[in-house]
């Protein structure tokens, strides 16, 4: 019981760093995405047909990231083996102590095949001391998952940024994408603005 718990808190960890490496690289390419075609939208003023093409492309590309970088990964089964032999690997000096144990102990196995049931125990007894031992940061660093996780957030602030310094224009590029059949003006460094162009005036006057 011992093994097992190690080994379940070792794919409790092995899942939680899929999770926020994926939730960070999902969010790098959402955000680069839509910077990307907001900026050729301002430089160029896409069509309705190129902005469709766009939103549809962005919207596939997020679909398939989520599937291959979060929801696959977190639905992907890890047997007993599989992560004794990640512990094992990261732990050299076990010589391999926990994959034995493991294969050794697996009730689908007919023990004719197992060995020794004395030279089993004892194996086992010498692993439950050593996986006391388990280092869970060896096995699968969480250093690369948090710095996909902060790039996922610089990415999102840098989508963000124009809120602050041009926000009507940058409110005027997201309706041109998510709705590009609608009747919007054309986003630019210059606004041309009519001052009382639009009242009723009575027949005749001036």
């Known amino acids: 019981?011992?093994?097992?718990?190690?080994?379940?808190?070792?794919?409790?960890w092995v899942r939680w760093q899929w999770l926020l490496r994926g939730f960070g690289r999902v969010a790098v390419l959402v955000s680069l995405s839509l910077v990307t075609v907001f900026l050729l939208d301002l430089r160029l003023d896409l069509n309705p047909t190129a902005r469709l093409v766009a939103l549809w492309s962005i919207g596939a590309a997020t679909s398939v990231a989520l599937l291959g970088w979060l929801v696959i990964p977190l639905c992907r089964r890890m047997s007993w083996s599989e992560l004794a032999a990640l512990a094992d690997k990261a732990h050299p000096e076990w010589e391999d102590s926990l994959t034995s144990s493991v294969e050794l102990n697996d009730p689908s196995q007919p023990d004719g095949f197992k060995g020794s049931p004395v030279m089993r125990q004892l194996l086992l007894e010498?692993?439950?001391?050593?996986?006391?031992?388990?280092d869970l940061e060896r096995v699968v660093s969480s250093r690369r998952a948090w710095r996909s996780v902060k790039l996922?957030?610089?990415?999102?602030?840098?989508?963000?940024?124009?809120?602050?310094?041009?926000?009507?224009?940058?409110?005027?590029?997201?309706?041109?994408?998510?709705?590009?059949?609608?009747?919007?003006?054309?986003?630019?460094?210059?606004?041309?603005?009519?001052?009382?162009?639009?009242?009723?005036?009575?027949r005749g006057a001036d």
């Open 152 to 202: 996922g957030l610089a990415a999102c602030l840098l989508l963000a940024a124009p809120v602050f310094f041009a926000p009507s224009s940058y409110r005027q590029l997201w309706q041109r994408l998510l709705m590009p059949s609608g009747n919007w003006g054309t986003v630019g460094a210059w606004q041309i603005e009519v001052v009382d162009g639009d009242r009723v005036v009575a």
């Open 126 to 134: 010498q692993t439950q001391q050593r996986v006391g031992d388990l």
């Open 1 to 12: 019981s011992e093994i097992a718990d190690q080994l379940t808190e070792l794919k409790s």
